[in-house]
């Protein structure tokens, strides 16, 4: 199996910064595209950035130019940077990761368990 632990979630002022981070582990032969989703009180889970493993990012319109998404292959991270907060940025975000395991084998999504990010105004 593979678990996604996510970190670095909290309380932070409007127009400040926090930074996230999710690990992969277990039984793990390759990653896909990683990727981080949020979902707001009374909203529908929605994409923030994703990733390829070549580093190729993209991001929802919402969080250009605010935040910023990167990798470590080597050690199976995945990062959030995120700057200039909101306090719609408010959310549970989620790490994701398509992930290519030899047991069981084949290609399947995997979630972290989220981590709250709360931006006051």
């Known amino acids: 199996q593979v678990q996604l632990v996510e970190s670095g979630g909290g309380l932070v002022q409007a127009g400040g910064s926090l930074s996230l981070s999710c690990a992969a582990s277990g039984s793990i032969v390759s990653i896909n595209a990683m990727g981080w989703y949020r979902q707001a009180p009374g909203k529908q889970r929605e994409l923030v950035a994703t990733i390829t493993n070549r580093g190729v990012a993209s991001y929802a319109d919402a969080v250009k130019g605010r935040f910023t998404i990167s990798r470590d292959n080597a050690k199976n991270t995945v990062f959030l940077q995120m700057n200039s907060l909101k306090p719609e940025d408010t959310a549970v975000y989620y790490c994701?990761?398509?992930?290519?395991?030899?047991?069981?084998?084949?290609?399947?999504?995997?979630w972290g368990q989220g981590t709250r990010v709360t931006v006051s105004s």
């Open positions: 994701n990761a398509g992930v290519f395991t030899a047991t069981p084998l084949g290609l399947n999504d995997y």
